[in-house]
């Protein structure tokens, strides 16, 4: 199992940048892509960015695709989000998944096909 903790999280103005940070913990030697999603009040968990084990493969939502970057540090078993040019619909509380493949990478943007999470860190724009 791997266990997550995000950080990271806070209060913006719209056009400003935020990093977050999740740490993750146990089984940490087998291959796993790490993601993250989102959830703003009233509204489903949606998804926003995915890595490969390696780093060389991402994906990201489009609502996010050129202010957003994903990466991971595996010597530090770290994985970010650089969030560029904020606006105020990116506020929501944003959770880390994880999820261990075998095979090859391949996209994954449902939060059911990932079986660990993190407990979430709000993010909050202001106009």
């Known amino acids: 199992q791997v266990q997550l903790v995000e950080s990271g999280g806070g209060l913006v103005q719209a056009g400003g940048s935020l990093r977050l940070a999740c740490a993750a913990s146990g089984r940490t030697l087998r291959p796993y892509a790490m993601a993250w999603f989102r959830q703003a009040p009233g509204k489903e968990r949606e998804f926003v960015a995915a890595i490969s084990w390696r780093g060389g493969m991402t994906d990201y939502a489009d609502s996010v695709k050129g202010r957003f970057t994903i990466s991971r540090d595996n010597a530090k078993n770290t994985a970010y989000l650089q969030m560029n040019n904020l606006k105020p619909e990116d506020t929501a509380v944003h959770y880390c998944?994880?999820?261990?493949?075998?095979?090859?990478?391949?996209?994954?943007?449902?939060?059911?096909?990932?079986?660990?999470w993190g407990q979430g860190t709000q993010v909050t724009v202001s106009s």
């Open positions: 998944a994880a999820r261990y493949y075998s095979a090859a990478y391949s996209p994954h943007i449902g939060s059911h096909e990932y079986d660990y």
